[in-house]
């Protein structure tokens, strides 16, 4: 399923693509990639994808053919293209400003195996980026239905990014519990199934917000995948792309430099139509009511062979902004908020150029 490709079509459709302002990702380097992630790791993606197969300690050390990441015809290029869209956002963002970069966010990779469909960290390797140009305090925040537990992982023990992440309680990979804070830097908000816009408003407003405005960082990377949208297949939550869209807006008018990404999302009509809106959004935008027929037109185009696939409603075609999604605020949503915000780091003043 080509699920930026789709987006991107709709986004042109929509002629909210401005060649002027638009850049194809480089492929990162085996230099690059290095940086977080091990030589023989690098090496093994590489042969799997000359090959187009692995041999059984391949499998077994580093995950890749097995484990739900199987060897595709561009294993490692693609990958390896998301990272260094991920590099360029750093470096365009290097002075101020805001790069969405939709083929990024695979958030579970490790350095030596990938999981869950991630094969290499592009968050991760987009945040060192930002570290090596001379950043020393950014906001890494996570509202894809998994926990964000590759980008956790590699700076438990860097107290530079702080990782904040949302996600459906009880749900692979079975990390990120609320008392889970690596070391005093991260922050995760386990939420119940049927998870709603109202809630999603809450966490904005009483977590992500004033972590925001406590810690001041000089940088916001928002990993925006798509899968906590209701009509998702992988994931119970129960929001509407309006809640990506006003974290997006809330982030943007107070990050000095912001980086949003992809991440999961496996109903194509929900992701491009997300990924869409949010493009929109840090576009400024006007959302249409009614797509117009050009825009439709790449919507009804797009096919799943999933059963939901098989007789979408009409306006997965038409329209691009859901209808709201509100509902109860539950209070383990309220408590769980009031929990990740006990021990916070110190402030950081305002100070420092950059
Ligand atoms: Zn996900």
Redesign the pocket.
Known sequence: MPRVPAMLDLVRALGWLDPQRYLDSPRATTAQLTRYHTPDYIAALQRAEEEQSVPAEVRERHHIGAHGNPVYREVFRRPATSAGGAILAARLTRSGGIVHVPGAGTHHAFPDRAAGFCYLNDPVIGLLEWLDLGLDNILYVDI???HGDGVEYAFREDPRVFTLSVHEAGRWPFTGRLEDRAGGHARNIPVPQGFNDTEMEHVLHSVILPILRHLRPQAVMLQC?A?GVEEDP??RLSLSNNAHCAVVRALMAEAPRLIVTG??GYNPWTVARCWAAVWGTLDGRAMPARLPPAAEAVLRALDWSRAAGRNPPEHWFTTLVDAPRPGPLRPEVVEACQAVLQGLPPAVRPARAG
């Open positions: 894809d239905a998994h995948g899968d992988l994931a991440g999961g």
